[in-house]
């Protein structure tokens, strides 16, 4: 694994010339443009096609969940009004997705959708999830150029043979000629209890730390974004100690590279968070961003210094075991009901600094 951070952190320091310069021609003609970022769950975006080499037989047509070529597309068309919503006349530059089943469904997202005018790019890995489900991103290039990608294991143990979801790494320029690094997250799951499985998402949490330290060291206030389904909320010890991540409040205190998780406004007593279980809030779903992208003393700065969560109200149907409102889900257990995601969406703004 040290290895693969040195290859990635020399390719870091000297592959960025020619996608700068392209950069820095796009912009002479405009105006630094704000820069959304967003992630979202997906939650089982599959094509109903029975692949003999995972276990996605239930989202079949002749599965549990008789899913079909029509479902198919209504659940991608459900995903391309969220993104057209959240983007209010600014659609998203980068989107990190997850719990996607492979390039396909992507490529249909970006196709056979609303989306297809707006010419989105994509970047995916397969991973040795047994379902199927990987990380994948979207991107306009007109806003962000990627000219690098690779996917990271975490490992379970130190044999190598337990593996858990690939995290994608992505280098890119942003206009002007600035380098922006992504990682996109779905960290191991709760499944089996909290504490017998918190070992897992603290071992992604330091695949991530230990990457972004390497950047890092080849050039100190690199700026990163780290996005995801991380399974674990901002105070858990994923974030707080193995990320070792610190709230906006506490930024001043930091030094530019400790990372700053954005999402913490959303434990606030009586706050919706990301995802509901029975009358239960989490916020799964997070971003977080060195503490130079807060403070202001990088190109590219987060404005308002948080993420935000979309909330638009078809996302949401009454909840009338638990009272209040639940997500519209495509699927209650076996159910057929096509709504969007047991997840909501979360986005961040980059501003250009003066």
């Given at each position: 694994?040290?290895?693969?951070f040195?290859?990635?952190?020399?390719?870091?320091?000297?592959?960025?010339?020619?996608?700068?310069?392209?950069?820095?021609?796009?912009?002479?003609?405009?105006?630094?443009?704000?820069?959304?970022?967003?992630?979202?769950?997906?939650?089982?975006?599959?094509?109903?096609?029975?692949?003999?080499?995972?276990?996605?037989?239930?989202?079949?047509?002749?599965?549990?969940r008789?899913?079909?070529?029509?479902?198919?597309?209504?659940?991608?068309?459900?995903?391309?009004?969220?993104?057209?919503?959240?983007?209010?006349?600014?659609?998203?530059?980068?989107?990190?997705?997850?719990?996607?089943?492979?390039?396909?469904?992507?490529?249909?997202?970006?196709?056979?959708?609303?989306?297809?005018?707006?010419?989105?790019?994509?970047?995916?890995?397969?991973?040795?999830?047994?379902?199927?489900?990987?990380?994948?991103?979207?991107?306009?290039?007109?806003?962000?150029?990627?000219?690098?990608?690779?996917?990271?294991?975490?490992?379970?143990?130190?044999?190598?043979l337990?593996?858990?979801?690939?995290?994608?790494?992505?280098?890119?320029?942003?206009?002007?000629?600035?380098?922006?690094?992504?990682?996109?997250?779905?960290?191991?799951s709760?499944?089996?209890g909290?504490?017998?499985?918190?070992?897992?998402?603290?071992?992604?949490?330091?695949?991530?730390?230990?990457?972004?330290?390497?950047?890092?060291?080849?050039?100190?206030?690199?700026?990163?974004?780290?996005?995801?389904?991380?399974?674990?909320?901002?105070?858990?010890?994923?974030?707080?100690?193995?990320?070792?991540?610190?709230?906006?409040?506490?930024?001043?205190?930091?030094?530019?590279?400790?990372?700053?998780?954005?999402?913490?406004e959303?434990?606030?007593?009586?706050a919706?968070?990301?995802?509901?279980?029975?009358?239960?809030?989490?916020?799964?779903?997070?971003?977080?961003?060195?503490?130079?992208?807060?403070?202001?003393t990088?190109p590219?700065?987060?404005?308002?210094?948080?993420?935000?969560?979309?909330?638009?109200?078809?996302?949401?149907?009454?909840?009338?075991?638990?009272?209040?409102?639940?997500?519209?889900?495509?699927?209650?257990?076996?159910?057929?009901?096509?709504?969007?995601?047991?997840?909501?969406?979360?986005?961040?703004?980059?501003?250009?600094?003066?």
């Open positions: 694994m040290s290895r693969l040195a290859v990635v952190a020399f390719f870091f320091f000297f592959s960025t010339k020619a996608a700068a310069q392209n950069a820095t021609d796009q912009s002479t003609a405009m105006r630094s443009p704000v820069i959304r970022v967003m992630f979202y769950n997906l939650e089982n975006l599959f094509d109903p096609e029975d692949d003999s080499l995972t276990n996605d037989e239930e989202f079949t047509p002749t599965g549990v008789y899913y079909t070529k029509t479902r198919m597309y209504t659940k991608i068309n459900n995903i391309a009004r969220v993104i057209l919503a959240l983007g209010e006349g600014n659609l998203p530059a980068i989107i990190g997705g997850c719990e996607i089943e492979n390039r396909e469904v992507l490529e249909k997202l970006v196709s056979f959708s609303q989306l297809h005018k707006f010419h989105y790019e994509i970047i995916h890995y397969n991973s040795p999830d047994s379902r199927g489900i990987d990380v994948g991103m979207l991107y306009r290039p007109e806003l962000y150029n990627p000219c690098y990608s690779c996917p990271l294991p975490v490992m379970y143990d130190s044999s190598g337990r593996r858990a979801r690939d995290i994608l790494y992505v280098k890119g320029v942003l206009p002007g000629g600035d380098t922006l690094h992504c990682f996109v997250n779905h960290w191991p709760r499944y089996g909290v504490q017998s499985t918190i070992i897992r998402r603290q071992q992604a949490a330091l695949v991530v730390k230990r990457f972004a330290d390497s950047l890092q060291r080849v050039q100190p206030g690199v700026q990163i974004i780290v996005m995801g389904d991380l399974n674990d909320d901002p105070d858990d010890p994923s974030v707080r100690e193995a990320l070792q991540a610190v709230s906006p409040e506490m930024v001043e205190e930091m030094s530019d590279g400790s990372f700053v998780s954005l999402m913490w959303c434990l606030k007593p009586g919706e968070g990301t995802l509901k279980y029975q009358n239960h809030w989490n916020v799964f779903d997070q971003m977080l961003v060195p503490a130079c992208m807060v403070k202001g990088s590219w700065q987060v404005r308002n210094s948080k993420a935000e969560v979309f909330r638009g109200d078809f996302l949401f149907v009454p909840d009338e075991t638990w009272g209040g409102r639940k997500l519209f889900r495509t699927y209650v257990g076996f159910r057929y009901t096509g709504g969007y995601s047991d997840h909501l969406p979360i986005y961040l703004d980059l501003i250009r600094g003066k």
